[in-house]
Structure formats: C-alpha cells, structure tokens
C-alpha cells in the first residue's frame, strides 16, 4: 500500500522528531477519548484504509511519530464525547506526552512524501501477536499491549512492532467489513472491530477503543460493494 504523506522534522529542546502526518487529511474519520468516555473510531472506508496503513507504517518505523489530526474533521451526530487527535509512536523512542505540544507547535514547512506497507509482513506479525495473546492474554508483558495516554486533546497510543500489526489488521477488517453491513447503505454507524483486547487490563473499567464505519452524507456517492452503481435519472423526458 502506497501513503501520501507530509514529514516535519520539530524540534523539542535538543532532540529533533521525525513526524509523519497523512495528507490529504481523514476528513470523514472521527476519534472520541477512550480515557474519559467511551472510545470510538468512527470513519468512512477511505478514511479507515488509509489509517490502517499508517498503523502498519508505525509498526517499522521506530524512530517515527505519526500523528493524524482528527479533532477538525466533520463532525458526526454520534459518537457524543471529547474528540481527540490520535499520535502512534513506539515504545523505544521514549517520547513524554507532555512533550507533544511543543511539537506540535513545530509543524510547519513539511516535505511530501510517499509511504509503503507490505501487508503480507503486517498480517504475518498480527497473527505472532494473536497467537500470544490466546495463550497469555492474562500475562502479556507490557511490550506486549499498546499503552495509552492523553495529553493536549491527544490520544497517544504507544506500542511495539507486533501490536501495531495486529492495530491495523483490525482497523483494515472495519474498513473492509463495514460498507458490507446491512446499516451502512442507510447511513448508520456500524460496529465492526476493537482494539481494547490491546489495551492494558484493570481490575476496574478498563479503557475501551471500539472501531466502526459510517458512510459520509449524502449517501448517494455511497454503493455497498457488489452492487452497481447507481445511475442518474434523466433531468427530462425526451419527447
């Protein structure tokens, strides 16, 4: 899969950052805060494709911040919640959260640039990781889950090769999986994956982050897949 992209190189103090956005934006794609109410990705097909490739970009690239801005797309009548803007960085590179808005503020002057994934690699690592946590779901290190923090209307998801993998094996199976339910062709939002079984575990409410697909309106640039397309009718009859 080929990503158009924008890298900025911002600075924090003495350490520079490589920060990868998506360009264009994921306009149709909306993230509410998993940490204060009850997370939801929502976003149309495009949207959810091209997120579940920068979740594969995230998983090889330890030493990039990929940060896809959410907060200013158009916003749906549900999810009711805080939106957030949502940054996938690894484990390794040690970046605070609170450092993010001095970033953030460095975002400027970017270089286009095109990303690839290799989805037979991603699919490879996501099954490794599915396959431990059938076998230690209960033990997992902390390697072994995306933890989660917020910061600065962000969620930041930090995490390891394989998480990251099996993040966007889940995100691409709603992007594949949603226009094909039966709520899509009216417009509803379909609950189609999770990414909680990748979060940590908590003896209380523990953080939820479900996934679904919403057509954007108007729907008539919608047509579920293995139907045709719809035609226009005539403006008039001919005599």
């Given at each position: 899969?080929?990503?158009?992209?924008?890298?900025?190189?911002?600075?924090?103090?003495?350490?520079?950052?490589?920060?990868?956005?998506?360009?264009?934006?994921?306009?149709?794609?909306?993230?509410?805060?998993?940490?204060?109410?009850?997370?939801?990705?929502?976003?149309?097909?495009?949207?959810?494709?091209?997120?579940?490739?920068?979740?594969?970009?995230?998983?090889?690239?330890?030493?990039?911040?990929?940060?896809?801005?959410?907060?200013?797309?158009?916003?749906?009548d549900f999810p009711q919640?805080?939106?957030?803007?949502?940054?996938?960085?690894?484990?390794?590179?040690?970046?605070?959260?609170?450092?993010?808005?001095?970033?953030?503020?460095?975002?400027?002057?970017?270089?286009?640039?095109?990303?690839?994934?290799?989805?037979?690699?991603?699919?490879?690592?996501?099954?490794?990781?599915?396959?431990?946590?059938?076998?230690?779901?209960?033990?997992?290190?902390?390697?072994?889950?995306v933890q989660p923090a917020?910061?600065?209307?962000?969620?930041?998801?930090?995490?390891?090769?394989?998480?990251?993998?099996?993040?966007?094996?889940?995100?691409g199976r709603a992007a594949?999986?949603?226009?094909?339910?039966?709520?899509?062709?009216?417009?509803?939002?379909?609950?189609?994956?999770?990414?909680?079984?990748?979060?940590?575990?908590?003896?209380?409410?523990?953080?939820?982050?479900?996934?679904?697909?919403?057509?954007?309106?108007?729907?008539?640039?919608?047509?579920?897949?293995?139907?045709?397309?719809?035609?226009?009718?005539?403006?008039?009859?001919?005599?």
């Amino acid at each position: 899969m080929r990503l158009r992209a924008e890298e900025f190189r911002p600075r924090a103090g003495r350490y520079a950052f490589r920060v990868v956005q998506p360009r264009p934006a994921l306009r149709h794609t909306t993230l509410v805060d998993p940490m204060r109410d009850w997370g939801y990705l929502v976003g149309d097909h495009d949207g959810l494709a091209r997120l579940a490739g920068l979740f594969s970009f995230a998983a090889y690239s330890p030493h990039a911040v990929v940060h896809v801005p959410l907060r200013q797309s158009i916003p749906r009548d549900f999810p009711q919640g805080v939106p957030v803007d949502l940054v996938l960085v690894h484990q390794t590179l040690g970046l605070r959260p609170s450092t993010w808005p001095a970033l953030r503020r460095g975002l400027t002057h970017g270089v286009p640039r095109t990303v690839r994934t290799d989805e037979r690699r991603t699919a490879r690592h996501a099954a490794d990781w599915e396959d431990l946590w059938e076998r230690r779901w209960d033990r997992l290190p902390r390697t072994g889950r995306v933890q989660p923090a917020v910061h600065a209307r962000t969620l930041f998801l930090s995490g390891a090769r394989d998480t990251f993998a099996a993040a966007s094996v889940r995100v691409g199976r709603a992007a594949g999986s949603g226009p094909l339910a039966e709520g899509a062709v009216k417009g509803y939002d379909v609950l189609c994956a999770s990414l909680t079984a990748l979060l940590p575990l908590s003896r209380g409410r523990g953080t939820e982050l479900d996934i679904g697909f919403q057509a954007y309106p108007p729907l008539a640039h919608f047509t579920p897949p293995g139907r045709s397309a719809r035609r226009r009718r005539p403006t008039a009859v001919s005599p």
